[in-house]
């Protein structure tokens, strides 16, 4: 289905996989492609993914579903470590599918 609202890029593209919830129950999660690519590098990186999305769900909102609270995780985290200096590195891989929040966050850390 094509999306009303203009074109489809790269990192618009929904994603679906099967990662463990807190309770070590693995659950289909969607998010866009430039997010699991963030989540990816991260892993590469050496950071614990799975600890984290799973203390993630822990903390989760009961109104939200697991995969709405952990891409507004992985946003509050990927501005975070970005604000900080820690992830300059990972701008070649998230720019190929650079998106209005991406500038946004970008434009709060400049």
């Known amino acids: 289905m094509k999306d009303p609202l203009g074109p489809e890029r790269d990192g618009d593209k929904l994603i679906g996989r099967?990662?463990?919830?807190?309770?070590?129950?693995?659950?289909?999660?969607?998010?866009?492609?430039?997010?699991?690519?963030?989540?990816?590098?991260?892993?590469?990186?050496?950071?614990?993914?799975?600890?984290?999305?799973?203390?993630?769900?822990?903390?989760?909102?009961?109104?939200?579903t697991y995969g709405e609270y952990l891409l507004e995780r992985v946003w509050v985290e990927w501005c975070h470590r970005y604000r900080t200096g820690q992830d300059r590195n990972a701008l070649t891989i998230l720019l190929q599918g650079i998106t209005t929040n991406t500038l946004r966050c970008w434009m709060k850390a400049a």
């Open 18 to 64: 099967k990662i463990p919830n807190q309770f070590n129950i693995r659950e289909t999660v969607v998010m866009p492609k430039e997010a699991w690519d963030y989540l990816d590098w991260l892993h590469s990186e050496g950071y614990d993914v799975t600890k984290w999305v799973r203390k993630i769900d822990a903390n989760r909102e009961p109104e939200k």
